[in-house]
């Protein structure tokens, strides 16, 4: 059984930081795609960041480039959104998936449960 679990959410004032993680099991790790999405309230689901199999090629957001940043760590399997300079736009929940290329990074096979991230001014 394919899990997803997030964490690392929270409130934090605007202009701080916050990592979050998403730790995967029950697939082999390194052979998908991981992304991130957000869900604000009353918005629909957006894409973040995605990042390669083995973190080469990664894909940001414009809404977020230069402020967020995507790794992962296949030795862990984990993958991390790493926020800067967070805006109170920011405010959403988080989720991680998972899917196999790049090409395909807006239809994962699999998705987490999603963390909170409150941005406040």
């Known amino acids: 059984q394919v899990q997803l679990v997030e964490s690392g959410g929270g409130l934090v004032q605007a202009g701080g930081s916050l990592r979050l993680s998403c730790a995967a099991s029950?697939?082999?790790?390194?052979?998908?795609?991981m992304e991130w999405f957000r869900q604000a309230v009353g918005k629909e689901r957006e894409f973040v960041a995605a990042?390669?199999?083995?973190?080469?090629?990664?894909i940001v957001a414009d809404s977020v480039k230069g402020r967020f940043t995507i790794s992962r760590d296949n030795a862990k399997n984990t993958a991390y959104l790493q926020m800067n300079s967070l805006k109170p736009e920011d405010t959403a929940d988080y989720y991680c998936?998972?899917?196999?290329?790049?090409?395909?990074?807006?239809?994962?096979?699999?998705w987490g449960q999603g963390t909170r991230v409150t941005v406040s001014s």
């Open positions: 029950g697939l082999t790790f390194s052979t998908y795609t």
């Open positions: 990042i390669g199999r083995i973190g080469g090629g990664t």
């Open positions: 998936a998972a899917s196999r290329s790049l090409a395909r990074r807006f239809v994962p096979d699999y």
